[in-house]
């Protein structure tokens, strides 16, 4: 079975990669998903400066899956840049995601404008989680902002582009999210982040598990699962052609990557799995992707994406 894959004018050897902010902090981290089987990696999210983040502990690991508040560590925009170049200098025929999220719409900005001037020639990820003025959601949960942060990007900004999208619930948010998303020329739509402010308990002492927020983090892992496949179904049936989907959210074994295909995804990211399995995850999710697919008789992608059946 072939894993092969297109994101607009880019191809992969394989759907599959990491979700940012995991495994791809450092040199060491992305060194290590370059050598692993996955078919591209993706950066932390980035901002202009380095960013310590927030006390630990920030990420805990749950029942079904993770809960995090990192807080946006990361080693800023000029770390990444210089890893992609290099790594498109090594490797050009292997494009990766760069992600960035400013903390307001000036960094956003600047780091667009830096990476338009740069050498860079792979995928960038505007992280639409980034905050919003205080007292106002996050970007992706204002409808107007985003459109506000679109309009002023692609004033400037012509290399390809994609967005990270937190997960939504209604199906009218599905339609209005959609329907802005289709005025601008993206290249795909990444759909879910975590799910945002969730809680968890530790019973040995009644106390939250991670520090930051009073213990609110988002969600990601087994409990991501089903609103990962409905936003990624959502916005297949809603995006313009031209508009690809990234399926994220839920990622254990071949049979959820398979799912998130079927769902209208052509390029499926791991996060939770990832950060407590490793990046020998790649090599067991080929295997066991491409065994799903030959007991339904596909061979490549375009077989079965998309072709979710619903009761007639
Ligand atoms: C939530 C933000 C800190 C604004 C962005 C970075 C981010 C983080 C993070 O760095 O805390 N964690 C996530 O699960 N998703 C994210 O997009």
Redesign the pocket.
Known sequence: AQLATTIGAFHFDNVLMNA??VHCYDLTQLHELEQSEAGSLTTK?ATSAKRL??PEP?YAKLALGSI??????NEGLDYYLDFALTHQQQLPDQPIFMSI?G?TLEDNIAMAQKIEASDFAGLTEL?L???NVPGKP?VGYDFDRTKYVLDTIFEFFTKPLGV?LPPYFDLAQFDEMAAILNQYPLVYVNTI??LGNGLWVDPTDDTVVIKPKGGF??I?GQYAKPIALANVRAFSQRLKPEIQVIGTGGIYNGRDVYDLILCGASMVQVGSALYEEGPSIFARLKQELAAEMQAHGYHSIEDFRGKLKIMD
Do not use: E, I
């Not at 995090?68 to 560590?73: A, Y």
């Open positions: 940012s902010g999210s983040g927030n920030r995090n508040s990192m807080g946006l560590p999220a903390l992280n989680s980034c905050p996050q990270k982040n975590s983090g988002g990601g």
